[in-house]
């Protein structure tokens, strides 16, 4: 299994639309859990932490299950500027970060 | 600095020679990582440097690559004999703690010819 695993896309939504990505980790260990996103030929940068109490950031929503070792991202009424690659990030419990293969998002007018 | 800084931003060198890449992170930060990313994949860990610790060199890929971080602020890779499958952006980051979120450098993309 994958350390961590997401559904490559891509996403093609609309503006205005709502959308979510899924990802899965393999290792139960992890106390870290991030959304980064990338937009082409850039570097990732930090889009926000994910708590186990869940928690929000204006139009963007993070979940964290640890039962089922799942993160989630929702994102509301979707912009073009919000088109880019979404990384799903774990601690690997040895201090550095595992980063999944990102989800592509594509939104369209 | 402001941000995690590297250098070069691009380098095209030719399949055997040795190449160094520099990365200056963010002032205070004490962990810094070194991650690399060929095109269409995702990132690769390659070394993790924290304080005066012992370097993670877990994910190097082989003796042709190594990393040393001078003064527990600047980083430079280096890359003894390129080969063209070690063509990729090369990503520096750095963190407050081993835990935290990470501030990524904009990357040195290397190709080898």
């Known amino acids: 299994r994958k350390e961590v695993e997401q559904d490559p896309g891509p996403f093609n939504v609309p503006e205005g639309a709502t959308v979510a990505f899924n990802c899965t980790y393999s290792n139960s260990a992890s106390q870290s859990f991030f959304w980064y996103r990338q937009d082409c030929r850039k570097e990732p940068k930090l889009l926000m932490s994910v708590y186990s109490s869940g928690n929000e950031d204006g139009r963007f929503t993070a979940q964290l299950n640890r039962a089922s070792q799942y993160i989630s991202l929702l994102i509301r009424d979707s912009k073009l500027s919000d088109s880019a690659t979404y990384l799903c990030v774990v601690d690997s419990g040895y201090s550095t970060l595992t980063f999944g293969k990102g989800t592509m998002l594509l939104v369209s007018p | 600095g402001a941000g995690v800084s590297q250098s070069p931003s691009n380098k095209v060198t030719e399949k055997g020679k040795d190449v160094e890449l520099r990365c200056d992170p963010i002032?205070?930060?004490?962990?810094l990582y070194w991650y690399r990313q060929s095109l269409g994949q995702g990132l690769e860990f390659l070394i993790y440097?924290?304080?005066?610790?012992?370097?993670?060199k877990s994910g190097l890929p082989s003796d042709r690559f190594s990393a040393e971080r001078t003064g527990g602020s600047v980083s430079t890779l280096t890359i003894q004999r390129t080969q063209q499958e070690d063509s990729a952006v090369y990503l520096c980051?750095?963190?407050?703690?081993?835990?935290?979120?990470?501030?990524f450098g904009s990357g040195t993309r290397l190709t080898v010819v």
């Open positions: 980051a750095s963190s407050f703690t081993d835990r935290s979120g990470y501030t």
């Open positions: 002032s205070g930060h004490t962990a």
């Open positions: 440097f924290q304080g005066n610790s012992a370097p993670d």
